[in-house]
């Protein structure tokens, strides 16, 4: 969601064809996940760990949490070059419910937090286009899945963070933090310590009197 710091515009704004509207309080979510991809020797790559944080739009505290790890289909096996990168055990993806079913219980706990009423504003958060523009929209066209049109708009944080402080961060999270003097949440490449890392960088740049706008284009 675009927000703004209090002093800016009263704790949160939207930005539309290049204007910024105002909207009643309403919490921006963070959507990084973790997925194999070719380069971890998986093809087509497949998400196996869906964490969102819903966040306040006026004090950008954390008010909650969805999360849950995915079964893979395709390729059922992690590849030890995965569980490697993101601490993510075999155990815990077996049995787990399907990409299909994961993405029926975001839109429950959509429903759930108020998010799907047409009066509340929200939009997601991701570190890049990439998690939105290709790898969800990619899996759910292979196995045949819509696309709820919320995932189909968002900003990018690193697009945020480069118009805020004036340098693109090529390493991600890490030089957004270092750059924010911000200590670095959990592991790496963890879709849920991402997520914290994304809230706390978006909370610190508000608090700077930054205003997010929507990045992504229209579909």
């Not at 006026?58 to 070059?81: A, C, D, G, K, W």
């Not at 993101?86 to 759930?112: F, N, Y």
Request: hydrophobic share 40%; charged share 15%; glycine share 10%.
């Amino acid at each position: 969601m675009a927000t703004a710091s209090p002093a800016a515009d009263g704790g949160r704004g939207r930005p539309w064809e290049g204007g910024l509207v105002s909207w009643p309080p309403a919490p921006p979510l963070t959507l990084p996940w973790t997925w194999m991809g070719p380069s971890w020797g998986q093809h087509p790559g497949e998400i196996i760990e869906f964490p969102i944080l819903k966040l306040n739009g006026r004090t950008m505290e954390i008010e909650s949490t969805f999360h849950m790890y995915v079964q893979p289909v395709i390729h059922p096996q992690l590849t030890p070059f995965c569980t490697e990168l993101t601490g993510i055990i075999q155990a815990m993806v077996d049995g787990q419910p399907s990409l299909q079913q994961v993405l029926e219980r975001v839109d429950e706990w959509m429903a759930k937090e108020g998010l799907l009423d047409p009066n509340v504003k929200s939009i997601f958060v991701t570190c890049g286009d990439w998690d939105l523009k290709i790898m969800l929209p990619g899996q759910c066209q292979y196995l045949g899945l819509p696309v709820a049109d919320y995932f189909k708009q968002w900003i990018n944080l690193k697009k945020a963070y480069s118009f805020a402080m004036g340098c693109w961060p090529k390493n991600g999270l890490l030089d957004m933090n270092k750059g924010l003097s911000l200590q670095h949440i959990g592991r790496p490449h963890s879709g849920i310590d991402d997520c914290k890392n994304i809230a706390n960088i978006m909370k610190t740049l508000a608090y700077r009197g930054f205003i997010f706008k929507q990045t992504s284009k229209p579909f």
